[in-house]
Structure formats: C-alpha cells, structure tokens
C-alpha cells in the first residue's frame, strides 16, 4: 500500500536565506543503536515478566535474568528497569506553534502503531474495533505517547502525540469501515482455509466420480476430508450436472477454478495487509521507549506465499512488539462456527475440523506473527477494550536488556534468542530472534519509495514521514501558515522551514565550502487521506569566514477545508542525519471572514528593487530580541463589500503579557484595501523596554458591513538580552 502523494511543482517557491542565528545543541539521530550509560553500542531486547495471574512484575534486577543465543548464555551488559506513569490530561493540549525538535531527546513516552484490517472485516466486525480503538485512545494511553493508526485499504492513515492529538485520531477512527464480505448463505461458499487448501492440493489425483459418491454417502476421502465437504455443498445445492448417475469431471474442474480465485483474492487482501503492517512498524524505528503494534484483524492463514516474513523483520529492526487482536470476537468451538454456517456438514468429525480452521488454522499467521515478536494474541473474545487494555499496561512496566552480538555469523544469519527469569512462577515475554543490519542499508531506495521527478525518498525519509515524534538528527523549525484562497475551494498554505545548517557535512574549503540537505514537506488532510507533499535538494553555502548559523526556506501547497497536518523532514545525505517535526492546522471554509495566519517577524521585505510596499518575512520561530522592531503582517479574507463594492474593515492590536497586562495597544482602526482589492497592515511593535517572557499579540478584526468579528491570539516571547540571537 503506497500513500498518496501529489508533487506540487506548480507555483512552488524555494526561499533560501541565511539568518543570524545561533545553534541548538544536537540531538542524537533517531535510528541509532541503543547505547547504554557506558558508551556500548548493543544488541537490546525488550523483556516483559508476568506474574501467574497476567500482570506485569516489578522490581527485578539483571541477576534476574537469562539470555541466551542459539542456546549460548550471553552477558547481559546493559540493563535498565521501566515503570512509566499513566499519564493522562484533563483537558486536550494546545499544539505548540511553530513546531519544533529542541525537545526531542526528553519526549520518550510509548509508541504504538494501531492496523485495522477494513478488507477483512465484515462490517459488524468493524464497529466492534472502532469501539475498541476508541476506549484504548480514551483510558489506556497517556500524555507523551505517539499514536498512529493505519487501515489496509489505505484509506486511513494518521499519527499524532497524545494529548493534543486524541480527537483527530478519533476522527480518524470514524472513518473505518469493514469492507470484507458478510457470511455468505450461497450453496457455493468457501471459507478462506477450504479454498486454500483445495487450490494447493487439488483433488489429489483422486476419480472425480469416486470422489463425488463418497460426498453423498458421507464418506471422508484425502486429507480432512476438505474436498470432499465442499463437493457435497455443492451436490445438495444442484451445482454438479449428472450423467448416467455420474457426477461431471467438470464439477471438480469448476470447483478448484473457484478455489484458485478465492485464495488469490485472500492472498491479495494479506498482502495489503502485510504491507500497511511492515510500514507501521517501520515508522516506529524512530521511536524510543516502548513500541508496540496492535493488529486489530480476523487474522490470515500462515502462508509463505504472502511473505508475512518481511513484516516480522521490520519487527526485529524496530524491536517493536507485534499484539494481534482478533476482531471476530467470541467464536463457538464446537459444532458450526457462523464462518462455515452453510450447507451441510456430513459429520461430527468435520464440524470439529472446521471449528479449529476456524479458530485456529484461519488466523495462525497473525499468532505467529504476534509470538515471534514477543507479543500476544486477544482473541476469542468479545471484551476487545479489556485486551488493548493489558497491552497498554505491559508496554509501562519492562526490562531493557542489552548484549554484544557473538561473532562469526553472517550479518543476515538469524540468531535465535531466548530470555528466562530465575524467579519461580513468573514468565517472561520477549522476541525471539533478531538479525544484524547490514551497514550503509539506508543509503539505498526503498523499493516502495514515493518519487517526485527523478528523486527517490530515502528509506530513513518515508520512516520520519510515517512517525509523529520529533527527531534531532538536524535542529528544525516549522511554522504554517494560510495565506490566500486558491483553485476549486482550497487554499493556500506555506510552510516556512528553518533549519540550523552549521552540523551538515560540508565539503570543500573556504569559499568553496557547501553542503546539501533534502527537505520533503508532506500535509495530510485528515479527512480524505490523502497526502500532499513536496521534495527537494538544497544547496547551503558558506563563504569564507562566515558561520552556516541557521537558514530558510519555504514550500507552497493548495489544501482542502479541514483539519490537516504537516510533516517537515530534512536529511544531510552526506552523514544521514535527520530533522524531523509536524503540526496541526485547520484549513478554513471558503467564503467565511477569517485571517490569513499572522506573520510576526523582525525582518521585512521590499522587494527585488527595494521599493516596493514592505512585507513582513515568513518566520518559523517566535522568539525575538529587544534590539530589534518587531513587526506584526495580517492579511483579511472573506469581506463582505458594501453598497459600493468596497469592503468596510477594522483592526485593533494588542500586546499582553503572561499575567494578563496589556503593554501595547493600538484602537480600532479602519484597513484601506489596496489597489488589487488586498486588506493587508503592517504594523510595527516597540518591544525595546518589554521585559524577557512570553507575550500575545491580540487580534480583533470587524467586518463593519456584515457586522461579524474574528479574534486572533498569537504568542511570542521576548528572549533575555544576554542571549542575543540564540532565540532563532
């Protein structure tokens, strides 16, 4: 499953400009190796102890613990107990503007990734996991862990952090809907495991006649006796043509055309399936902390052909633990289960043979799946919210252990691991194997990497994209903003970046000296799933003597109404370090008074020639200093015109501090439009005696014919004079 993503080449604008500003201090690249206190890169596995009655045991220490390789105890040499708090807010939490990845080495909270498998699920199915979803949003994760939930259709796809992401991920939520086929009462039906083993086996070189009596009488011929039970569905419902008492050898020809079909449009829906689930986990290799991926699913038969094989290695990488959860819910174990409730069951035997396909065979894959990663199965259950419930508080409460891989295996070779306890009566959860990355494996195309043009997305670029967490690798800043309407009821967005340019790896010397850095700007409307992004390779220079600081630069798009959301990612191909931020937004209607996003900025623009009518300069950061004016643009939409086809507007500003002060304040005063119909004023702030803090700028703005008011709250801070520059 590829997301959707439209290259906006038309009207894009590439601003790059160096500022004056001082560096954040670097973090560390997300999909590094875990390193311990002592320095040592190691191989780490999350281990999660029960206790006889299922819940999650504390207070153990390393001597607790065995880890063994392909049966070789290891030293265990790192070591680190987790018992995270429930954190949960009241109420939901402003995201804060402009984005930023300063602190993203302290935001280590929980990742989860959330598939829902809507090809598989028959609508009723489907209520059942939105409900569960929305309970495990609502009680079980808490302030500070990353959310993503994803459908295999491809029709959802959204991540966020909790709090302030929680009702867009509900939204989200609302859109899924099962699409998979109800229980069909057609005499022709098959159940995903009759069709799979009937395409494999065919009919086992047996007589098609011999096969066909034996049907009617009763009678089980070849292995289960599968064959056999679907033929005689089809005998009492009329399906096979006889001849001088003989059933047609078309019969059996037509039957395993049928099988062929169902099992390549299953094996269809799993790989779709699989692949949705491979990306999840891929995007939480950026995650720190505990990660784990619940699949909400009826499940799918454990079949090589679908090569489940490469989600359970994006597993290993990401050390991330896989929960499958099936949503058929409470199934019967003995006699007719509803999957298989058609026709006749010639006997007892038989209806306990599709019983356990039912139960067991038909979700086996998604079991196995969930056991090599160290997680469990919820299933045979209608209680979905009481099973994410337990995997949300087995991620708080588990053990980091950390090993040196032995030498002498290849890179890929697969080392089988195990993890005991010494303790008696508790058991011990964990992955069972891992391999090594091979070296220098990022620097290629992933083979499902968008294009733009000629330029393929790095596969450390499409994990970052994937992922709600802020990453360090590359100090970043982003700031939104909703300038004019465009085409066909959207409207225009830009995304002004910066980013601090003094890590990347130049090369050269002196004047000669440059870098190169690749920015990809995706905004996804919630709504629709559908994803717009930009891409592109920047040049930074450094001439002699001057300092890389930070620089700028800006990206255009048209969006539709709604909520949406931006995620900046920038790349130093030469070190393979990474930046990483989003934000929320919400796109307005067409037609509604309202305010293009308000720049505040100490710089203005005059244009090429330097006369033209000043402009304030996009900004991504909000922080500024007392020995510079501060300049506050905004930009009035949707107008009502008066009797003489003139708009009739007014704008009154301002300043107030923290406690509620007003510092600065300028009345209502009327905005003249200009010559092509703009409302636009700039007005400038004196912030020279505002002492260090954080501000608002206040906006009211009247439309005098409609009558209507929009108010505007926009923070900023005032950074100490001794840290003159290091606010940008």
């Known amino acids: ?3 959707a993503r439209v290259a906006t080449g038309r009207r894009r604008r590439v601003l790059v400009s160096c500022l004056a500003m001082a560096a954040f201090v670097p973090g560390v ?10 320095g040592v890169e190691l191989i780490t596995v999350d281990a999660v102890v029960t206790d006889a009655h299922g819940q999650p045991v504390t207070g153990l220490t390393r001597e607790d613990f065995v880890l063994k390789e392909d049966g070789v105890a290891q030293e265990i040499l790192g070591f680190q107990a987790f018992e995270l708090e429930q954190r949960s807010g ?24 959330v598939v829902v498998d809507d090809l598989g699920m028959k609508s009723s199915e489907a209520v059942t996991a939105r409900g569960a979803i929305s309970s495990f949003l609502e009680h079980s994760v808490g302030d500070g862990d990353l959310v993503s939930v994803g459908s295999a259709s491809g029709e959802v796809w959204w991540s966020a952090r909790i709090p302030e992401g929680r009702e867009d991920l509900r939204a989200v939520v609302a859109r899924i809907h099962g699409r998979g086929a109800v229980d069909s009462r057609s005499s022709d039906y098959m159940s995903d495991y009759e069709a799979h083993w009937i395409a494999e086996h065919g009919d086992s070189g047996l007589d098609p006649s011999q096969v066909a009596v034996a049907a009617g009488q009763g009678q089980e011929i070849g292995v289960n006796g ?10 009492e419902a009329g399906l096979c043509p006889e001849a001088g008492g003989r059933v047609m050898p078309s019969c059996l020809s037509n039957l395993r055309q049928n099988a062929q079909a169902l099992d390549s449009q299953r094996q269809d829906r799993t790989r779709a399936l699989l692949a949705v689930v491979r990306r999840s986990l891929e995007a939480l290799t950026e995650s720190r902390g505990r990660k784990a991926l619940l699949l909400l699913s009826p499940g799918f038969l454990d079949d090589t052909d679908v090569n489940a094989r490469a989600a359970l290695a994006a597993a290993r990488v990401a050390n991330a633990a896989v929960y499958f959860v099936d949503a058929r819910g409470l199934l019967a174990t003995t006699g007719l289960p509803s999957v298989a409730d058609v026709g006749t069951v010639t006997s007892t035997r038989s209806a306990g043979q599709v019983s356990m396909e039912t139960l067991q065979l038909e979700s086996a894959g998604a079991r196995t799946l969930a056991e090599e990663t160290g997680g469990f199965s919820v299933a045979n259950t209608n209680d979905l919210p009481s099973g994410l419930q337990r995997i949300s508080a087995e991620s708080r409460i588990y053990y980091l252990l950390g090993f040196r891989a032995p ?13 005991e306890v010494r303790r008696p009566g508790l058991s011990v959860r964990s992955r069972r194997g891992y391999t090594l990355r091979l070296a220098g494996a990022d620097a290629k195309s992933s083979a499902r990497a968008a294009k733009t043009g000629a330029t393929a997305l790095a596969p450390a670029v499409e994990r970052a994209l994937d992922s709600a967490g802020e990453v360090a690798g590359v100090p970043l800043r982003a ?6 309407p465009g085409g066909k009821d959207t409207t225009r967005v830009v995304v002004a970046t910066e980013f601090d340019a003094s890590g990347l790896a130049y090369q050269g010397t002196g004047g000669g000296r440059s870098a190169h850095l690749e920015v990809t700007v995706a905004a996804s409307p919630r709504d629709t799933g559908r994803t717009v992004y930009t891409s592109e390779r920047v040049e930074v220079r450094a001439g002699p003597g001057q300092s890389a600081g930070w620089r700028a630069l800006a990206r255009e798009m048209e969006l539709p109404p709604g909520v949406a959301q931006v995620r900046v990612v920038a790349r130093d191909p030469a070190s393979g370090a990474l930046g990483a931020v989003s934000q929320r937004f919400q796109v307005p209607a067409a037609g509604v008074l309202r305010l293009a996003t308000p720049i505040l900025s100490d710089q203005v623009d005059r244009g090429a020639d330097g006369r033209g009518r000043p402009r304030a300069t996009l900004a991504a950061h909000r922080v500024f200093q007392t020995d510079r004016p501060l300049y506050c643009e905004l930009e ?3 107008a009502r015109a008066a009797a003489d086809g003139t708009p009739r507007v007014s704008a009154e500003i301002a300043v107030v501090a923290a406690d509620g002060t ?6 209502p005063t009327r905005i003249a439009a200009e010559r092509e119909g703009r409302i636009v004023r700039l007005a400038g702030l004196d912030v020279h005696d505002l002492a260090p803090g954080s501000y608002e700028v206040v906006l009211a703005v009247r439309d005098e014919v409609a009558g209507s008011v929009v108010e505007r709250h926009e923070a900023f801070a005032i950074a100490p004079a001794s840290r003159a520059g290091s606010s940008r």
Do not use: C
């Open 1 to 3: 499953m590829q997301k």
């Open 29 to 38: 690249h997300g999909d590094q190796p875990q390193t311990f206190p002592s």
């Open 90 to 113: 009241a109420a939901e939490a402003r995201p804060a503007a402009p984005a930023s990845n300063e602190n993203a080495e302290k935001e280590a909270g929980r990742a989860f990734a």
């Open 226 to 235: 599968i064959l056999e039970r679907v033929l005689s569905r089809w005998m």
């Open 407 to 419: 030498a002498g295996k290849p890179m890929d070779a697969w080392r089988k691991l195990r993890v």
């Open 479 to 484: 700031m939104t903003y909703l300038r004019e």
């Open 636 to 638: 009035v939409f949707g």
């Open 662 to 667: 007003v510092v600065r304040h300028a009345p």
